[in-house]
């Protein structure tokens, strides 16, 4: 038997960089294996996908070595879209990989292209969403799909195009732990089922270890077989704090609606000086809502939020911004300036009284490593959750609101990341915190649990932990990514 | 349109999306304009230039001739299905402001000059075509001051600004860039040149010259008169009346035969001429003029004005064919 | 959020094929903006009023912007028509403004042609699904490619609007409110607005183009459709009668 995939001493530079993101890759895989290929962020995983479906070398601009072989065939003597067939390719974003308007019509999309007849294009498409468990999402509009549902449906999407081979570039990486889960079933489902052959890069490992006939690891462009190193040192516990009798914080009976829709219904909680609150739930449970209408960015239908002991619930969104700093989730969305230092005292201009702290800004600038004149927009996802913190450190507001700030750090910024909120606590302030690694948040004061726009926990971790498998959602806990 | 390749479609496509979702945007800013400048409408036109941002940005990532057009055509059907306050009109606008900047951009180049004047230029068609749509009686300064404003707004937003976003693009990168070298610029002077000409000219011919298919033509009574009015033709159909009459020129001679038309007495009733008056000028819209005296005119039952090749014309029965005006535009009372 | 201005319905209006409808709409507006006739500009109107009643649908939505382009539309055209007989005249200091007959008739007439475009327009995106319009486009002879990239456009619209929404709500989170700024910051506000949206759209592009082009979008010159809009009697019909009433009408309304 030949292999389906051969890569003979493959090496890529892309142009303008100084090292290659691949270094003589050797690589085979043969029809109907399952492959699990992991690394660290940035270490060549994604370039790899792209010489196999072939857009590396012909859409990206660099110097290639090597081969690679598609059913003994060079990828670079397929016409443009010949390959399209044959290797299926599924990307990260569940968002920007989806083109039209139906489920229906996204997963018709690739067969219409190979000139299918209509019967055969409707057999595929009903093949396919059931292959990924979602013929209920047939008439659905694209927008209304929450995450994993997204995803589904661009895998069904490839699927549909009968490949020999799918490739899953981290295909869980923008989902909440439900919508992984969902996602890896799926996985699963087809490795059972369908010949195809698999190939998932993920870092997440836990769940997909035990399906995968092959675990390869990719370190800093150069390839080798697992098992990987076992990871990471454990998190530093929260020092203890002082925590104050009186509340910082006080929600009571918090109802909001936004476009007919109820965001958050009923919600009473508490957060005091010196606490870190950890806020979990999946996507659309109102975790991100619940942050925004503490700062007043979403108006309340009913309830009353008290901060300090004074009132301010018809308070306006920049008035509230000078005692709680919000960060969310997506730091595209939250960059303006030209450079780093300019976006770090950005916020500190309107909400700081005498303006922005130069010297102080610089010295946090320096100790999250981000270097002051760069222009904001070039930096990493990690290093722009970093410079949105530390525009909200400038400026000292009592009550931080975080949302996912954690996502895309490695493990030792994270460190620092956590002594930092520490650090914060113990100075009499406040952090609550959207998050989702159990083993970060277990050394928080408090969790809650959002479902559906109520709160239905607010406990400290461990008794969390119980009502969560109490509640019938282990999903959270079960090693989700890292055991304790 | 085979030129472009898949990608330079899919930038055009996304850049109509958020051009057609940000024009709701655009239009509230507008207002928050208005609200401070304490004036009703018209400062809104501040920010015209916004709507050809877009285009100006299609047309620098795209770097090619009719990106602009493509991006105007596409992000006025988005703006149309996603229910604009303009209807199908913004389609029309949308297009005709990425024509404008594409023809520009192609005479002049993708440079600093190039986005300026193409952006101003776009964001100041949207005037002439709600104009021609909607506006046909507002006159020349106050279309002078809002084109400007379009103008001015145009150069900022689509040409200075679009122009700094663009090279933020290039430093960041948030997609892999067409490595098309944008065309080189032509003629500078001929082009600002020919543009300053063109728009001023179809200012011109628009508040001046250019009346609507629709309408009749008119004619005004000036000076010595109590009620000055403008009328057209079919005001005085009750007393229209059929002269036959024999024009005598130098050269031309045309045989007697019958003309339907309004007494120029029965206008000037109308008009009541102020004691005092002598002389009525009868004057054309290329600037012929005539002079009758007013006391004649007064008693004369065959001087009609008639209806001719969508203008008016004088037919005076009793005087020479030097005096039956075609084309009358005014009747000057002195 | 308005996303799009397709509200399903099973009447004749939304059963007729989407390219008919498009050319219908294409007539009716190059009609309107032909003729200035009050009367007819009336009676354009209430075809307007008829088929919106017939798909089942108010009349239009969204009246603020509406009534206040048509007031701005009316006064222009009545302070500087001077036609036909001055009805009455005021002085505000040194400036003299006066209504001539003939000027409230063309105010009359062009807020007629505005409502009857905007009316029409509305009627169409109302009872067509835009979806199958570009289907049916590409079907009647558009390139595919291009015909895509109007789906595209308007898959993207919910996720824009969203984007739009967070920016602003991430300003204001950083102490900047749009309301009650001087022209000078609101320049500011606007351009940090935009940079971060048009970075965050155009990232989408790569990704977008990877999934397209790896399901062998345009591999081959042409493509199959997995739904067909056929044309049927009824459209034809629609096509030759529409033009046919528009006319008459004209001629009975002089």
Redesign the interface.
């Known amino acids: 038997m030949e292999p389906i995939i051969r890569i003979e001493q493959l090496t890529f530079t892309y142009e303008g960089a100084r090292r290659p993101a691949l270094k003589e890759v050797d690589l085979a895989i043969w029809p109907g294996e399952f492959v699990l290929l992991t690394g660290p962020s940035g270490c060549g995983k994604s370039t790899l996908a792209l010489c196999l479906n072939g857009v590396i070398p012909r859409d990206y601009p660099g110097s290639m070595e090597g081969k690679v072989l598609i059913g003994g065939r060079e990828t670079t003597s397929f016409a443009p879209g010949e390959l399209a067939g044959i290797v299926g390719l599924v990307q990260q974003d569940p968002d920007s990989q989806l083109c039209t308007l139906k489920v229906v019509d996204e997963v018709a999309f690739g067969p219409e292209n190979l000139c299918l007849s209509p019967g055969e294009i409707d057999r595929r498409v009903r093949w396919a969403l059931d292959a990924v468990g979602a013929l209920h999402l047939w008439d659905r509009e694209v927008y209304t799909l929450s995450g994993g549902e997204k995803q589904r449906v661009a895998i069904a999407s490839v699927l549909a195009m009968q490949p020999q081979v799918l490739i899953l570039d981290e295909p869980t990486a923008n989902l909440d732990p439900r919508g992984a889960w969902e996602v890896i079933d799926v996985i699963d489902k087809l490795r059972r089922e369908e010949q195809t052959t698999i190939i998932v890069i993920e870092h997440r490992l836990q769940r997909l270890l035990p399906l995968a006939d092959r675990l390869l690891v990719m370190e800093d462009g150069t390839l080798g077989e697992g098992p990987p190193e076992r990871p990471r040192a454990a998190y530093p516990a929260k020092p203890p704090a002082s925590i104050t009798k009186e509340p910082l914080l006080q929600v009571e009976n918090l109802t909001v609606d936004w476009e007919g829709r109820r965001l958050l219904e009923d919600v009473s909680f508490k957060a005091h000086r010196g606490e870190i609150i950890a806020i979990m739930g999946d996507n659309g449970s109102g975790k991100t809502s619940l942050l925004m209408s503490l700062l007043g960015l979403i108006p309340p239908r009913e309830g009353k939020i008290t901060f300090a002991g004074e009132d301010i619930t018809s308070l306006k969104a920049h008035v509230r911004a000078r005692c709680m700093g919000l960060a969310l989730q997506n730091p595209n969305h939250q960059l303006f300036a030209r450079t780093n230092l300019e976006e770090a005292a950005l916020p500190s201009r309107s909400l700081r009284p005498g303006g922005a702290d130069e010297g102080e800004i610089r010295r946090l600038l320096g100790e999250f490593a981000l270097p002051p004149e760069r222009l904001p927009f070039t930096l990493s996802l990690g290093e722009k959750k970093r410079l949105i913190l530390v525009s909200l450190l400038a400026y000292r507001p009592p009550l931080l609101l975080l949302d996912e700030p954690l996502v895309g750090q490695d493990d030792d910024r994270i460190g620092e990341l956590l002594a930092i909120l520490y650090g914060h606590a113990a100075a009499g302030g406040a952090v609550l915190l959207v998050c989702h690694e159990v083993a970060l948040v277990s050394r928080f004061d408090r969790i809650l649990f959002l479902e559906e726009g109520r709160l239905v926990i607010d406990a400290p971790p461990a008794r969390a932990w119980e009502k969560l498998c109490a509640l019938g959602r282990r999903e959270y806990l079960e090693g989700w990514s890292w055991d304790d | 349109?085979?030129g472009?390749a898949?990608?330079d479609?899919?930038?055009?496509?996304?850049?109509?999306?958020?051009g057609?979702?940000?024009s709701?945007?655009i239009?509230y800013?507008g207002n928050?304009?208005n609200n401070?400048l304490g004036v009703?409408?018209g400062a809104g036109q501040f920010v015209a230039g916004?709507h050809v941002?877009w285009l100006a940005?299609g047309a620098g990532?795209v770097g090619r001739p009719g990106a602009a057009s493509l991006t105007g055509l596409?992000k006025g059907?988005?703006e149309?299905?996603?229910?604009?306050?303009?209807?199908?009109?913004i389609v029309l606008v949308s297009l005709v402001q990425g024509i404008v900047l594409d023809v520009v951009l192609y005479l002049a180049g993708h440079g600093s000059f190039g986005y300026a004047l193409g952006g101003g230029m776009a964001a100041a068609s949207n005037v002439i075509v709600f104009q021609i749509?909607?506006?046909?009686?507002?006159?020349w300064g106050?279309l002078l001051f809002i084109s400007v404003l379009a103008l001015i707004s145009g150069v900022l937003f689509a040409g200075s600004?679009a122009r700094g976003?663009l090279d933020?693009?290039r430093?960041?990168q948030?997609?892999?860039l067409s490595?098309r070298r944008a065309p080189r610029r032509r003629s500078l002077v001929l082009t600002s040149v020919l543009l300053v000409l063109f728009s001023a000219g179809a200012l011109y011919y628009f508040s001046q010259v250019y009346q609507?298919?629709?309408?009749g033509p008119?004619c005004?009574v000036e000076g010595a008169v109590d009620?000055p009015?403008?009328?057209?033709l079919s005001?005085f159909a009750s007393q229209e009346t059929t002269i036959t009459a024999e024009l005598k020129g130098q050269v031309t001679y045309v045989a007697p035969q019958e003309y339907t038309g309004v007494p120029i007495k029965a206008v000037l009733a109308e008009a009541r001429p102020r004691a005092g008056a002598e002389t009525l000028r009868v004057v054309a819209a290329d600037g012929y003029e005539v002079g009758f005296p007013l006391a004649d005119v007064l008693l004369d039952d065959e001087m009609i004005l008639i209806e001719e090749d969508d203008s008016l014309r004088l037919v005076a029965a009793k005087y020479a064919g030097g005096y039956w005006v075609r084309q009358v535009s005014r009747l000057v009372i002195e | 959020m308005g996303r799009l201005g397709y509200v399903p319905g099973g009447s004749l209006l939304h059963r007729l094929h989407p390219v008919c409808k498009l050319l219908l709409l294409i007539i009716y507006t190059g009609v309107v903006w032909t003729n200035a006739r009050l009367s007819y500009g009336a009676g354009l109107f209430g075809i307007l009023v008829i088929s919106h009643w017939a798909a089942g649908l108010g009349f239009m939505g969204r009246s603020r912007r509406i009534i206040s382009f048509s007031i701005m539309i009316f006064l222009v055209q009545t302070i500087f028509v001077r036609q036909g007989v001055p009805l009455w005249e005021f002085s505000l200091g040194r400036v003299t403004l006066a209504f001539w007959s003939g000027g409230l008739a063309a105010g009359a007439a062009s807020v007629l042609r505005f409502l009857n475009t905007i009316g029409s327009s509305y009627l169409f995106i109302a009872t067509t699904d835009p979806n199958l319009l570009a289907v049916a486009l590409m079907q009647a002879g558009l390139p595919y490619r291009q015909g895509f990239m109007l789906i595209t456009a308007l898959r993207f619209v919910p996720l824009f609007q969203y984007e739009l929404i967070q920016i602003r709500r991430a300003q204001m989170a950083k102490g900047i409110d749009l309301e009650g700024l001087r022209p000078r910051q609101l320049a500011a506000a606007v351009r940090h607005l935009l940079i971060p949206l048009v970075l965050s759209a155009l990232g989408k592009v790569d990704s977008l183009a990877i999934s397209m082009e790896g399901r062998a979008f345009g591999l081959h010159p042409q493509r199959t459709y997995r739904v067909q809009c056929p044309v049927s009697t009824a459209d034809w019909l629609t096509l030759l009668l529409f033009p046919l009433l528009l006319y008459g009408l004209g001629r009975i309304l002089g």
């Not at chain 2, 749509?133 to 006159?139: I, V």
Request: glycine letters at 8%; proline letters at 7%; charged letters at 10%.
């Open positions: 349109m085979k472009f898949n990608r479609l899919l930038v055009i496509a996304i850049l109509s999306g958020i057609g979702v940000m709701t945007y239009g800013l928050l304009l401070l009703p409408f916004l941002f940005l990532l596409l059907t988005v149309l299905l996603t229910g604009s306050t303009h209807g199908a009109a749509l909607y506006f046909s009686g507002a006159p106050y600004f976003v933020l693009i430093v960041v948030p997609t892999r490595t609507p298919p629709w309408k008119e005004r009620n009015i403008s009328f057209q005001r």
